[in-house]
């Protein structure tokens, strides 16, 4: 039903949730409410929304409230014992059937490199240049919590049933020790329902599109209703607006926060994470090869001891190592035991297996490196390289 004419002129109303419309005169531009001022929700939840829980009162919104250390222990931690006696490995050097078979395979994996050398070269000289890598793994517990909050759907509300566990009170177990996992829970009798902060417990927000008219100007007659002088526009049927595709002319979309719902869950959410904290340290050694290739390749196992606090390596025929794991045990126990728990800790000693192999290829001499139980190959100086293109 159409409006009657007010001063004079015709006057239409775009309402937020059923907008109207009228013709518009011939030739005359038309006329349009102004948009609603766009609503401005807190983007933050309000300090108001959560309630005060002994033993959490850090606790922040999003930011979480860092780290917890763990409580004192009620009982004296084990001591840690010194390690097993470590055996003597003998590993014999590889054979040049070995070095010349991992050579060739190398040269076949490079798209720009002629089999030729590894194939025919003539191996001189094997040299082992053996080298041991220390590694201590210190596994630990950390947590921390962090207000949260999702729709209300008639989930359990027990805030102040009783008071809550303490965060590290809250049962939580990893499922294999040195290896990284994470777990996120809530923290039980923390749990309340609240009105959304964002919507103000409508369960629906202004368009930001429309500014909460429903409408917009017709982009097609630029708001007139006419394309021409007298050719009224199809797009919008005359009206110089039309319906916001983002909110169906509603004017409104729903909360995207509470999904509508009007009401949140609060509650705090308790973070465990378990991590592998490792150190290596690999002894000089006088072959030439980077060290950086050992980080990819495995040794034989010369020794082992996993304990909750490993006693540092004693009587090892290389002092170095001795003095690595002196300084790596001290190191970790002092950086994880201020924010974390121990659980264990885990020292290995590696002997990787280096060959260097100088072989002859047309005249000159080159060298390759066989290393670790892998058999990988470090050839820096290949001398049948080219430049090649994908085309």
């Known amino acids: ?34 948009p609603a001022a766009e609503f401005q929700g807190p983007s ?49 050097s590889i ?52 207000w ?35 777990q996120i829970m809530k923290v039980p009798y923390t749990s309340s329902m609240k009105a959304c902060h964002v919507c103000v417990g409508m369960g629906r927000k202004p368009c930001k599109d429309c500014a909460g008219a429903g409408n917009k100007v017709c982009w097609v007659c630029n708001g007139s209703g006419y394309r021409m002088r007298n050719d009224q526009c199809h797009h919008c049927s005359g009206r110089g607006r039309e319906n916001c595709i983002h909110c169906h002319g509603q004017g409104s979309k729903q909360c995207e926060t509470c999904h509508g719902k009007q009401q949140l869950l609060v509650y705090i959410n308790l973070t465990v994470k378990w991590t592998n904290n490792s150190d290596n340290y690999v002894v000089e050694q006088s072959s030439g090869l980077q060290v950086h290739n050992l980080s990819n390749v495995s ?10 606090m490993v006693y540092p390596v004693m009587g090892f025929p290389d002092p170095t190592v ?12 002092g950086k994880f035991s201020q924010t974390s728990r121990i659980l264990q800790q885990r020292q290995t000693i590696e002997l990787i297996p280096i060959t260097k192999v100088t072989y002859l290829w047309k005249g000159k001499s080159h060298v390759y490196f066989v290393y670790g139980n892998e058999f990988k190959v470090s050839a820096d100086d290949y001398p049948a390289t080219c430049c090649c293109s994908v085309m």
């Open 299 to 308: 040794g034989k196992e010369l020794f082992r001891d996993s304990q909750y």
């Open 148 to 182: 949260s909050h999702e729709p209300y759907n008639g989930q359990p509300v027990d805030a102040l049933a009783q008071p809550p566990p303490g965060p590290w009170d809250v049962p939580a177990q990893a499922t294999n020790f040195f290896v990284d996992s994470k």
């Open 95 to 146: 054979t040049e059937d070995t070095a010349r078979k991992a050579f060739v395979q190398f040269a076949s994996s490079k798209c720009c490199y002629s089999a030729a050398p590894a194939k025919d070269g003539v191996i001189t000289s094997m040299d082992a240049f053996n080298t041991y890598r220390y590694r201590l793994e210190t596994f630990t517990e950390s947590r921390s919590t962090e």
């Open 44 to 92: 933050a939840p309000p300090a108001g929304m959560f309630d005060n829980m002994p033993g959490y009162e850090g606790t922040m919104a999003g930011g979480g409230g860092g780290f917890l250390p763990p409580p004192i222990p009620a009982f004296p931690v084990p001591q840690p014992q010194p390690g097993p006696e470590q055996p003597h490995w003998n590993i014999p």
């Open 322 to 333: 001795v003095n690595a794991a002196q300084r790596l045990v001290s190191e970790h126990q």
């Open 1 to 34: 039903m159409e409006s009657q004419p007010v001063s004079g002129h015709q006057n239409r109303t775009y309402g937020t949730a059923n907008p109207g419309y009228i013709p518009a005169s011939a030739g005359r531009p038309a006329m349009f409410a102004p």
